[in-house]
């Protein structure tokens, strides 16, 4: 499956490697002291984790982790004979980005404007855009990018006549014997989720609205199924039904003649993206529709949250069981400890600030002392947990005859990686005996 761009081909560094300004001391966890160097230069400095060559906390990623990641997904999308546009909120990271579309991304996903121009600035040139294009700022953006580049590929969606007619409002002084068209995705939605069409009958008037625009094309049915991800077999079944109405309406549009071009079939988060391949592109033979997962956890994955959801993907789809060990976490926020006040208590140096807690809260997976004849991290014992975040500590439960103490470090894995990323105005690339080989940057 071959989908790379040529401006993503050309402009693609190796991984490891980002050209976006120097570091220096404004960034957190910088060493002390250290000169300002470039991002691409991190890799040569030969620091390290564990010889507290950098200030804690520090979030790090995996390098092995995180291609065993990529190339798993690559597996899956051919075995699942779909494309994958990954959601670039999980990371903005640049970077991540290029490797994703060396490794035959579709394009990549976007929630805002301001995303929309992060990945326009770094050379990506076809983006889903899985909102509605609202207000002056936005249309006017998309519609320059539109006449300035010839090769941008980009989708929004719309949901209502009234999007419709605020999107035309919006585009008709550029576009308007330009040649060019804003492509749009009819929007599915469910009762009491977020945006997207309610009602079928509904859905096809929009369509067909959209069908009979000058300024606009008809080219796939979305949605969002991951609404329901927290809902149990409940939220399975309406996530199942949704799906059922993607294909239930592009059939229908398609026997009407409403779609430009061969139309896009997306859905995809992070925790159901088997079903939508599965329910999306059924049959080997059937190729009338272009079938986009938007997945964007995969890559980094977690130590919580995605964890559990992927091991019950993997136990449901024997696709992505056929592909032998599952997605590993890439991503760790390394602290040291602060404080032993009580016997079954130490304090760490991780909070708010540093790591998510919105899904669960950061799992103590290892810990290091310094200076010690440890050849390596080890396992944190059983019965350690994070019971609570303040802004800058965490609060570990531990047991009594727990071996740690102050000054020793541990690593933290995360539940969500979304709400740790935008943390980090850059991370740590490092290797299995955590020596760094390079820094990514982010754009929150």
Not at 356 to 372: C, E, I, K, T
Request: glycine share 10%.
């Amino acid at each position: 499956m071959s989908m790379r761009h040529d401006s993503e081909k050309s402009g693609a560094s190796r991984f490891g490697e980002c050209k976006d300004g120097e570091l220096d001391w404004r960034f957190k966890s910088w060493p002390a002291g250290a000169s300002p160097q470039p991002t691409d230069a991190v890799g040569a400095a030969g620091w390290s984790i564990l010889r507290e060559d950098v200030m804690l906390p520090a979030a790090v990623l995996n390098t092995e982790a995180i291609r065993h990641n990529s190339d798993w997904m690559r597996r899956f999308t051919a075995l699942a004979r779909v494309g994958i546009a990954p959601h670039g909120k999980t990371t903005m990271s640049p970077e991540l980005f290029r490797l994703q579309m060396a490794e035959g991304a579709w394009g990549i996903t976007a929630a805002t404007a301001s995303h929309l121009r992060i990945y326009r600035e770094h050379g990506i040139s076809r983006v889903i855009f899985a909102n509605q294009l609202i207000g002056r700022q936005a249309i006017d953006y998309v519609v320059g990018e539109l006449l300035r580049d010839p090769t941008f590929d980009f989708y929004c969606l719309v949901d209502s006549i009234a999007a419709i007619e605020q999107l035309e409002a919006g585009v008709e002084a550029g576009l308007t014997n330009s040649g060019r068209r804003i492509q749009v995705l009819l929007e599915l939605g469910m009762p009491g989720g977020r945006t997207g069409v309610r009602n079928d009958g509904e859905a096809l008037r929009v369509a067909e609205r959209v069908a009979a625009s000058p300024l606009l094309s008809l080219r796939g049915v979305e949605a969002f199924e991951g609404i329901s991800q927290g809902d149990g077999a409940a939220g399975e079944t309406e996530m199942r039904s949704l799906l059922g109405r993607i294909t239930g309406v592009a059939e229908r549009c398609l026997d009407r003649g409403l779609f430009t071009g061969r139309p896009v079939l997306t859905a995809g988060g992070s925790s159901f993206f088997d079903v939508v391949a599965a329910m999306l592109n059924p049959a080997p033979t059937d190729d009338r529709f272009e079938v986009i997962l938007r997945s964007g956890c995969y890559l980094v994955h977690d130590s919580h949250f995605y964890a559990r959801l992927v091991e019950k993907l993997i136990a449901r789809c024997p696709e992505a069981a056929s592909l032998g060990e599952g997605l590993r976490s890439a991503l760790e926020v390394w602290a040291y400890v602060h404080s032993r006040p009580e016997p079954t208590r130490a304090i760490a140096g991780l909070g708010k600030r540093d790591t998510s807690a919105d899904a669960a809260q950061p799992v103590p997976l290892r810990w290091y002392r310094p200076n010690s004849e440890m050849t390596g991290p080890q396992p944190m014992a059983p019965g350690a947990a994070v019971i609570r975040l303040d802004d800058q500590h965490a609060y570990l439960d531990i047991p009594e005859s727990s071996p740690l103490q102050v000054g020793d470090m541990i690593a933290f894995g995360v539940s969500h990686p979304c709400t740790t990323f935008d943390r980090w105005p850059f991370l740590f690339l490092v290797d299995e005996a955590l020596e760094i080989t390079g820094a990514i940057r982010t754009f929150f």
